[in-house]
């Protein structure tokens, strides 16, 4: 079983719509959790990041973290055609090495 | 805003040959990682350095890799003999703290291709 696994889409969605993303994970080690958006050849710009199960909002973005069940999810409201893009979660245990999924790559149709 | 910057952002080497990849961190960090991401994979951890020295790698980072801070603001990872299966997309990250509740910061990355 993969550390951490996630959707890679293509997930394809009208402007203004929510988008929904989601990671599960099998390392109960994990304690801090991050989302990143990754443009075409650039390098992971973290979103949001989150440390105990929950939601956490900021702007049009929202991150909820269920430890119970080791899945995380990231929520898009109002998305425009700019939020096209790979979402990558990514996990922390001790230490501080990040552990990736695999990516969802979005598209907003205008 | 502060940013980590990586050069070159393409680079191509015939296998067996030696790159050295450069970046220069956000001033006041103090962590410093590289990831690399080949082709349609994941982004995978490499190796992390502080104060110095390299305090975390991964399986990845056999003997053909290494690490430098040369100076006070560059750090570079050094692939001594390169392989195929090197090619890949390699991003410098930083970092100001442990703690993770300040994010990693990372540079745009540089595409390694070996021919």
């Known amino acids: 079983q993969k550390e951490v696994e996630q959707d890679p889409g293509p997930l394809s969605v009208p402007e203004g719509a929510i988008v929904s993303l989601n990671c599960t994970y099998s390392?109960?080690?994990?304690?801090?959790f991050m989302w990143y958006r990754q443009y075409s050849r650039k390098g992971p710009e973290l979103l949001m990041y989150?440390?105990?199960?929950g939601n956490k909002e900021d702007g049009r973005f929202t991150a909820q973290v269920d430890k119970s069940s080791k899945y995380i999810s990231l929520f898009i409201r109002d998305s425009q055609p700019s939020d096209s893009a790979t979402y990558l979660c990514?996990?922390?245990?001790?230490?501080?090495?990040?552990?990736f999924g695999g990516g969802t790559r979005v598209l907003v149709k205008p | 805003e502060p940013e980590v910057t990586q050069t070159p952002s393409h680079q191509v080497t015939q296998m067996g040959q030696e790159v050295i990849l450069r970046c220069v961190p956000i001033?006041?960090?103090?962590?410093f990682y590289w990831y690399r991401q080949i082709l349609g994979q994941k982004v995978e951890f490499l190796v992390s350095?502080?104060?110095?020295?390299?305090?975390?790698k991964s399986e990845i980072f056999d003997d053909q890799f290494s690490v430098e801070r040369p100076d006070g603001s560059n750090f570079t990872l050094k692939i001594r003999s390169t392989k195929l299966e090197d090619s890949a997309m390699y991003f410098c990250?930083?970092?100001?703290?442990?703690?993770?509740?300040?994010?990693?910061?990372f540079g745009s990355g540089t595409r390694l291709t070996v021919v």
């Open positions: 001033s006041n960090h103090l962590y």
């Open positions: 350095f502080y104060n110095n020295e390299i305090s975390e």
């Open positions: 390392n109960s080690a994990f304690q801090y």
């Open positions: 990250a930083s970092k100001f703290t442990l703690d993770s509740n300040y994010g990693y910061t």
């Open positions: 990514a996990m922390i245990a001790a230490g501080n090495k990040l552990t």
């Open positions: 989150t440390y105990s199960s």
